[in-house]
């Protein structure tokens, strides 16, 4: 028996034979998860479960998100699974398929959760915890205090929700003072600001519409130094190119967040060009893709897996085997 099954869609799903969390996504056969699963489940005990990814198309109609969810609702070997890409788009068409909707998913309108209690359905947003503990990784403490920095992210969807609401509900004492979204679509900027004013914050958010990259070169310039500048569009991975042209100028002194780590990644590629120059941290995906796993899968498998110490840490080093 492989460790690797092949990747379904929605029109080819089919009973799972053995207990299966499902990774949904648009090209989940290339993820590191396929290769990692395996390792970790034989390390948390659970060797019996497998991974198997599903795979739609960006914005994919509503019918092939409800057939998805529904699936994985009635199948007794489903457990669950991790929604990246999709998050509010599956959340949007099937919300009333789910039995219990957890508070930051309600809050949030998107799901990067589903997992099974008693039988019901359950849909959780985990996003803002997984994307809370990257930032808390490579951000030192203080330093939106000392330095006044901002934050910019180019794409309005789940991730940057998530990462605004541990943004703007952090210490007090240390948050941005501003945090700047972009993205193509007013749609995906409004359904945002709506999320936002729910969040009972003092930390002011501006959308800027942004159709082209090089009205988020604009956007950027605007960005004091300490700024963080997260690539949140999926452009690198799930589609080609960077939300950046070349000409696009870093502010000095703060960091880099390409969101994803696996792809063509030019987004990251810009800046790692400014590096020197700019004095610019980078940090790639890596970490996030480990806690956003780690999470749905203690979350899916009913599991106690730590977010620090020595098991995580143990979890970490298997996945970084498979880089």
């Known amino acids: 028996m492989t460790d690797v099954l092949p990747v379904l869609t929605a029109s080819s799903l089919t009973a ?27 390390a948390l ?19 092939d ?47 990067s959760c589903l997992s099974k209690s008693n039988g019901r359905l359950v849909c959780h947003a985990k996003d803002p915890i997984s994307s809370g503990l990257a930032m808390d990784a490579f951000i030192p403490e203080r330093h939106w205090a000392d330095t006044g920095g901002q934050v910019l992210s180019l794409g309005a969807g789940g991730s940057t929700i998530a990462i605004a609401w541990h943004l703007s509900h952090s210490d007090r004492a240390d948050r941005p003072d501003r945090i700047v979204v972009t993205n193509r679509s007013p749609q995906r900027l409004a359904h945002l600001e709506h999320v936002y004013a729910q969040f009972g914050t003092d930390v002011p958010l501006e959308t800027v519409l942004a159709p082209s990259p090089v009205d988020n070169d604009r956007v950027l310039t605007r960005m004091p130094s300490g700024s963080l500048v997260v690539n949140a569009t999926g452009l690198g991975k799930d589609a080609p190119g960077s939300p950046l ?24 590629d810009q800046a790692r060009a400014q590096a020197g120059p700019r004095r610019l941290r980078i940090e790639d995906g890596w970490v996030y893709f480990l806690h956003g796993w780690t999470r749905v899968i ?26």
């Not at 929604?83 to 398929?97: E, G, P, Q, W």
């Not at 000409?247 to 780590?261: S, V």
């Open 65 to 111: 998100y409800r057939a998805v969810v529904e699936f994985i609702a009635t199948d007794p070997l489903s457990l669950g699974g991790l929604v990246t890409t999709h998050k509010i788009d599956l959340f949007t068409a099937c919300r009333d398929l789910f039995d219990e909707i957890d508070p930051l998913a309600a809050l949030m309108g998107e799901t």
């Open 245 to 268: 042209t070349d000409d696009a100028r870093f502010p000095a002194d703060g960091f880099a967040w390409e969101l994803n780590y696996r792809g063509e990644l030019v987004f990251l």
């Open 45 to 63: 005990g659970r060797p019996d479960v497998r991974l198997r990814g599903i795979d739609l198309p960006l914005h994919a109609p509503a019918e």
């Open 16 to 42: 799972a034979e053995e207990p299966t969390l499902y990774f949904i996504g648009v090209t989940t056969g290339r993820s590191s998860i396929q290769r990692v699963f395996p390792q970790w489940a034989r």
């Open 298 to 323: 203690a979350e899916v498998l009913h599991e106690d897996v730590p977010t620090a110490g020595p098991v995580f840490d143990d979890l970490a080093m298997l996945a970084a085997s498979t880089r």
